[in-house]
């Protein structure tokens, strides 16, 4: 049996459904979604385990006209990415119109990746009447010279396997690149703080868009309690009154904030944890490269 390796990646407009495919692929929560654009900052890989093929997915963030010099970061990330993998997955969803935003992206990802083989992807069909996807296949065609379209749901589960097996036939034929079970490479502590970012944000996203980050800064087992993980981590904010938003009041939106952040990372790492979050302001730490490289990015 021939065995394939390699990576894949999702490109799309912000909210294509691109972090909760590689969800419904991998099949654990390893990539962040969320109903409002560009939480996915690092390049999270979820890694799909076959006996004739591993595929790793690299989840980028929404490529987009940069305005800040964090927005440039993330665009030079997804470059770099569009120009490593061995097939891209271009995903359009079902239940909103081809436009300009998905013709920019098809004309950057050509100037970075010429020959890569790109896989057309509606996606979210559950949402959708069959005259709607069938209408967004034919726009899909004008966008990009496919290999292949595909209509999927990551929600019902319509044609994920079928996209799978399109994406592990692009992939160049060699061996296991990382041991069974492995569901992504990306150091826990990131996944930590993607996941405290995601609590951080909730409710607050139309206030405080893109201005919260979150830093890890210990993760130990509890000396006389070994089952028990303390996590110090803290919460990075642009300016002193976005520090009240997040707190709330007398901390009370903070609190909830631990809570639900606390309840996912038990659920990802299989151990109690104790979360001691921290509110800092970072004075406009999208636009200094110094604090963004602090931050992580
Ligand atoms: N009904 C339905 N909703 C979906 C499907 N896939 C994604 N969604 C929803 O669409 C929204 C965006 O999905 P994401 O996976 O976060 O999109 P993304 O492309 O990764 O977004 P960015 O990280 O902002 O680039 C979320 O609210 C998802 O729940 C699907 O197959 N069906």
Redesign the pocket.
């Known amino acids: 049996m021939t065995h394939r390796s390699g990576f894949a990646c999702f490109v799309?407009r912000?909210?294509?459904?691109?972090?909760?495919?590689t969800n419904a692929l991998v099949g654990t929560k390893v990539a962040i979604?969320?109903?409002k654009?560009?939480?996915?900052r690092h390049a999270i890989r979820g890694i799909v385990h076959r006996d004739d093929a591993q595929l790793v997915i690299v989840d980028t963030?929404?490529v987009h006209k940069p305005r800040t010099l964090l927005g440039q970061r993330l665009n030079d990330v997804v470059r770099e990415t569009w120009s490593e993998v061995d097939v891209v997955g271009f995903?359009v969803p079902a239940d909103e119109k081809v436009g300009p935003g998905d013709r920019y992206i098809a004309s950057e990802l050509r100037k970075v990746a010429k020959r890569t083989p790109v896989i057309g992807i509606v996606?979210?069909t559950?949402?959708a009447k069959p005259e709607q996807i069938a209408e967004q296949l034919l726009a899909l065609q004008d966008v990009l010279d496919f290999e292949e379209l595909i209509p999927v749901?990551?929600?019902d589960g319509f044609q994920v396997k079928r996209l799978e097996d399109l994406l592990v036939a692009r992939l160049p034929e060699g061996p296991q690149l990382y041991p069974d079970g492995d569901l992504t490479d990306e150091p826990e502590q990131t996944l930590v703080a993607e996941l405290i970012r995601e609590a951080a944000l909730e409710g607050v996203r139309d206030e405080l868009p893109h201005s919260i980050a979150v830093t890890v800064e210990e993760m130990l087992p509890r000396e006389d309690k070994r089952d028990l993980l303390d996590i110090y981590a803290t919460v990075y904010v642009e300016r002193p009154s976005q520090k009240g938003i997040i707190l709330g009041h007398q901390g009370e939106r903070m609190k909830a904030v631990g809570a639900q952040a606390r309840q996912q990372i038990q659920k990802l790492l299989g151990t109690k944890v104790y979360l001691n979050l921290h509110v800092k302001v970072a004075k406009d730490w999208q636009r200094d490269p110094k604090q963004l490289r602090r931050l992580g990015f």
């Open positions: 799309g912000p909210n294509a459904g691109k972090s909760t495919l979604t969320s109903s654009p560009q939480t996915t963030p929404g995903c996606t979210k559950d949402v749901s990551a929600v």
